[in-house]
Antibody
Framework: VQLEESGGGVVQPGRSLRLSCAAS????????VHWVRQAPGKGLEWVAL????????YYADSVKGRFTISRDNSKSTLYLEMNSLRIEDTAVYYC?????????????????WGQGTLVTVSS | HSVLTQPPSVSGAPGQRVTISCTGS?????????VHWYQQLPGTAPKLLMY???NRPSGVPDRFSGSKSGTSASLAITGLQAEDEADYYC???????????FGGGTKVTVL
């Protein structure tokens, strides 16, 4: 199982950025996938979840209305479109697969993690 | 401010036993949701250490154990080793937030 995030960088407040996560080593289209972030020196925060078929999407209150999670199963790739970025969005963003196939249950834990991509929001 | 509360740090000598608490409320752990634990070694991504309260994934030493009771959970490390020095996070689901939530993390130091 491999998850490789990309697209991070330095961006000004109010601007947009799109992250990607390329998956390999498993049947991407069978698994729900999350984004989880970690501010520098801080703890973990769940950001968003998309179901295996893209039919269901869930967001943390802190990003609702600003971030959009999506996926392209033909390319085995997950995306996170981030708009109206704020300084507090500065973090390493991890792509995380659900542990089992199908729709992700609220009881479930986080499965394999990517290595993350750093997003820095600064003027 | 994290929904789940963990001590910022714990420490112990090699071979000793340490425990990390994770305190929640009636909207998460107390509502019956499982607690999961992750280990984050310095400079790396988190890794699943314990799932569904007390289940170890393949490859995790049996020195690690987990438990849950009421609105709290705990992770115990027996026979502490230098390689256990890391940050540990608990995680559950909160019905009020409709979100997966984490503890603030606990740094384990091997003296």
């Amino acid at each position: 199982v491999q998850l490789e995030e990309s697209g991070g960088g330095v961006v000004q407040p109010g601007r947009s950025l799109r992250l990607s996560c390329a998956a390999s080593g498993f049947t991407f289209s069978s698994y729900s996938v999350h984004w989880v972030r970690q501010a520098p020196g801080k703890g973990l925060e769940w950001v968003a979840l998309i179901s295996y078929d893209g039919s269901k999407k869930y967001y943390a209150d802190s990003v609702k209305g600003r971030f959009t999670i999506s996926r392209d199963n033909s390319k085995s790739t997950l995306y996170l479109e981030m708009n109206s970025l704020r300084i507090e969005d500065t973090a390493v963003y991890y792509c995380v697969r659900a542990p089992t196939t199908g729709h992700s249950s609220s009881w479930e834990w986080f499965g394999p993690w990517g290595q993350g991509t750093l997003v820095t929001v600064s003027s | 401010h994290s929904v789940l509360t963990q001590p910022p740090s714990v420490s112990g000598a090699p071979g000793q036993r340490v425990t990390i608490s994770c305190t929640g409320s009636s909207s998460n752990i107390g509502a019956g949701y499982d607690v999961h634990w992750y280990q984050q070694l310095p400079g790396t991504a988190p890794k699943l250490l314990m799932y569904s309260n007390n289940n170890r994934p393949s490859g995790v030493p049996d020195r690690f154990s987990g438990s849950k009771s009421g609105t709290s959970a705990s992770l115990a490390i027996t026979g502490l080793q230098a390689e256990d020095e890391a940050d540990y996070y608990c995680q559950s689901f909160d019905t009020r937030l409709s979100a997966r939530v984490f503890g603030g993390g606990t740094k384990v130091t091997v003296l």
